[in-house]
C-alpha cells in the first residue's frame, strides 16, 4: 500500500515540475497501466499516447489554466488489493478522469468506484460491446464499427465457405457469434469454427482443418500473442487463403517483417498511412518524442484522443465536474489522427471511419476500401433485446470462468465447437 501510494505521489512531483503554471492548483487525472496484465507491445504503448497528450496540453497552459497531472497506477493481476487501492486512490487525490485500463476485467472492476467518487473513466480499446455506463466514454471500436461491415466485405470478395479462428476467451466468443448470425443471414455456405487456449501458438488440430479444407477465407478474432503465431504459421505453410483480421496492429506486424504474408487483410478504424494533416502530425510528434522506430496502434490513437476529447469539453464548458463533463461530451467532436469522431448522444461510444487495407510485402499496408462517413456505435445487436443480450453475456462469463485475460495452460487439447455447440452453452439470441 505505501508502495503504491508513493508511486502516486512521486509520479505527480515528477509531472509537476514540467508545468508551465506551477502556481495553479493541478488538475489530477489517472491513468490506468495494464501492460503487466496484457503484456502485448500495445498496452504499454498506450500509456505514451496518453502521457503526449497531457503534455501537448500542458505546453498549452493546461486545462481551464490549471495544469494536468496524471497520477500513473499499475495493475497486477495477481494484485488481490488493487480494487482497495484504487478505491483509496479516488477518494484521497479526487481523480477527475481516468485514463488508460486497456482490459474489459479492469474496466469492469473499476466502474463502480467511479460512479462512487463521481469520476469519468475513457476507455480506449477494441472491445465486445454489449454494455454501457454513464461513467465511461467509450473511444474504441465496436464489433459493429469493425467486424461487421469486414465480414460483409470479404463474403462478396472472397466467397461464403468460412473458417473462424478465435481465442477460447469472452470477446471472441461473443465476435463469433455475431459473426456466425451474420454469415447465415449473407447465406454462407459453409462455417467452422476453432478455439485456441489464450497464448496458444497452434494446434495440430487446426493445423490439419487448415490443410484437409478449401475455404473461401479465415477469419480471425485471436487475441495476444496468439495472433503472431497465427500470422507467421501462415507465411512459412506459404498459404493463399484471405485471412481477414480485426486486432492486430501495424506495431506488432513489424516483428513479422522478415515474414510474407500472402493476402492478409486488416479492418481497423486506423493505419499509419492515413494521409491527413492531422494524422501526420500526430505520427511526426509521436516519433520525435518516443523514436522514429515506434508504431501506432488505434488504441494508442483512441487513447490520446480521449485525452484532448476531454480536455476540450472541460474548456467549453469551464468546468472539470464529471457529471457535467460527460453530459458535455455527448455529441461532442473532435479531429483525430484516424478521422472525424464523436461521441454518441445515445450511449456513450465514439463513432468512427472503417478503413480495409491488405499487407503488401514486408509490413506496410495498401487501402483496399473505406466508408467515408463515420459508422454509428451499436454496442448491443439489433437482433436482440438489451436485457437478452446482457444474460447471454452473463452466461458467456459463467462459462469462461470471468473476463482476466491471462495465459491459461490446460491439460485438455482445445476444443472444435460448431455454431450449435456454442449455442447450447451460452444461450440463442432471438429476434422476438
Known amino acids: 500500500m505505501i508502495l503504491f501510494m508513493m508511486m502516486s505521489i512521486i509520479a505527480s512531483i515528477v509531472a509537476f515540475t514540467n508545468y508551465t503554471n506551477p502556481n495553479k492548483s493541478p488538475i489530477k487525472v489517472g491513468i490506468i497501466d495494464t501492460s503487466s496484465t496484457l503484456p502485448e507491445l500495445s498496452s504499454s504503448s498506450v500509456i505514451d499516447a496518453i502521457n503526449m497528450a497531457i503534455d501537448d496540453l500542458n505546453e498549452q497552459g493546461g486545462v481551464l489554466n490549471h495544469p494536468i497531472i496524471p497520477i500513473k497506477i499499475i495493475h497486477q493481476p495477481t494484485d488481490d488489493k488493487f480494487i482497495d487501492k484504487f478505491d483509496q486512490l479516488l477518494e484521497k487525490e479526487q481523480l477527475r478522469a481516468v485514463f488508460g485500463c486497456q482490459t474489459s476485467y479492469v474496466r469492469k472492476k473499476i466502474e463502480p468506484l467511479a460512479k462512487k467518487h463521481r469520476s469519468l473513466i475513457i476507455y480506449s480499446s477494441l472491445y465486445k460491446g454489449l454494455e454501457q455506463s454513464n461513467n465511461i466514454i467509450y473511444a474504441g471500436a465496436l464489433p459493429n464499427q469493425i467486424i461487421t461491415p469486414t465480414v460483409k466485405w470479404g463474403v462478396e470478395n472472397f466467397g ?28 454462407a455456405e459453409n462455417i467452422d469454427i476453432h478455439y485456441l487456449p489464450f497464448g496458444s501458438m497452434l494446434t495440430d488440430e487446426l493445423s490439419k482443418e487448415l490443410s484437409e479444407n478449401s475455404y473461401d ?33 501495424e506495431e506488432e506486424l513489424h516483428y513479422l517483417r522478415n515474414h510474407d504474408i500472402k493476402n492478409f487483410y486488416l479492418g481497423s478504424n486506423y493505419f499509419e498511412q492515413l494521409p491527413s494533416e492531422n494524422n501526420r502530425a500526430f505520427l511526426k510528434k509521436f516519433k520525435d518524442k518516443y523514436g522514429q522506430h515506434r508504431h501506432i496502434t488505434p488504441s494508442m490513437v483512441a487513447a490520446y484522443t480521449g485525452v484532448k476529447i476531454w480536455a476540450k469539453t472541460v474548456a467549453k464548458i469551464k468546468t472539470i465536474d464529471p457529471s457535467s463533463v460527460m453530459e458535455a461530451l455527448k455529441g461532442e467532436s473532435y479531429a483525430s489522427p484516424e478521422g472525424l469522431v464523436s461521441v454518441s448522444t445515445m450511449n456513450n461510444h465514439f463513432w468512427k471511419k472503417l478503413y480495409i487495407a491488405k499487407l503488401q510485402g514486408k509490413p506496410g499496408f495498401v487501402k483496399v476500401y473505406h466508408q467515408d462517413m463515420p ?24 462459462e469462461k470462468g470471468g473476463v482476466m485475460p491471462i495465459p491459461i495452460v490446460s491439460k485438455d487439447k482445445p476444443s472444435q465447437h460448431s455454431h450449435l455447440e456454442i449455442k447450447s452453452k451460452v444461450g440463442v439470441i432471438n429476434e422476438d
Open 160 to 187: 461464403k465457405r468460412v473458417l473462424l479462428v478465435g481465442t477460447d476467451y469472452v470477446f471472441s466468443h461473443a465476435a463469433n457469434t455475431f459473426i456466425t448470425r451474420q454469415l447465415q443471414v449473407l447465406g
Open 217 to 249: 477465407m479465415v477469419l480471425s478474432t485471436l487475441v495476444g500473442s496468439s495472433n503472431m503465431a497465427f500470422l507467421k504459421y501462415f507465411s512459412e505453410k506459404s498459404i493463399d487463403t484471405p485471412l481477414v483480421t480485426f486486432d492486430v496492429s
Open 375 to 398: 459508422i454509428r456505435p451499436l454496442p448491443f445487436p439489433s437482433y436482440g433485446t438489451q436485457y437478452k443480450w446482457r444474460n447471454f453475456l452473463s452466461n458467456l462469463y459463467k
